[in-house]
């Protein structure tokens, strides 16, 4: 069973950088595309970015393109996620998840983290 353990998230004001790490456990990480899945109070659980098994491609949402970016160790069993320029509407619980497919849908990944909170002030 792949285990998955967030940290890194804490309070930024608008404009600033965080880079929330999620480490894994369990199956062999490179065997799993990696993605990261912001939950705003009160909405559904939406896609921001994925990355590939080996790291060579990764995918964003629009709104996020130039300002995140995704990456991952496999020797650490560690996946990234850079998010600099950071807006007010970004705040939400980070979840990251792993899934043998590379999909965009939150409802398609089969193992998830248990989320840290990234708070955005004015």
């Known amino acids: 069973q792949v285990q998955r353990v967030e940290s890194g998230g804490g309070l930024v004001q608008a404009g600033g950088s965080l880079s929330p790490p999620c480490a894994a456990s369990?199956?062999?990480?490179?065997?799993?595309?990696m993605g990261w899945f912001p939950q705003a109070s009160g909405k559904e659980r939406e896609f921001v970015a994925a990355?590939?098994?080996?790291?060579?491609?990764?995918n964003y949402a629009d709104y996020v393109k130039g300002r995140f970016t995704i990456s991952r160790d496999n020797s650490k069993n560690t996946v990234f996620l850079q998010m600099n320029s950071l807006k007010l509407e970004d705040a939400a619980v980070y979840y990251c998840?792993?899934?043998?497919?590379?999909?965009?849908?939150?409802?398609?990944?089969?193992?998830w983290g248990q989320g840290t909170q990234v708070t955005v002030s004015s």
């Open positions: 998840a792993a899934d043998p497919l590379f999909r965009n849908y939150a409802g398609d990944y089969e193992f």
């Open positions: 990355i590939s098994w080996g790291g060579s491609t990764p």
């Open positions: 369990g199956r062999p990480f490179s065997r799993y595309v």
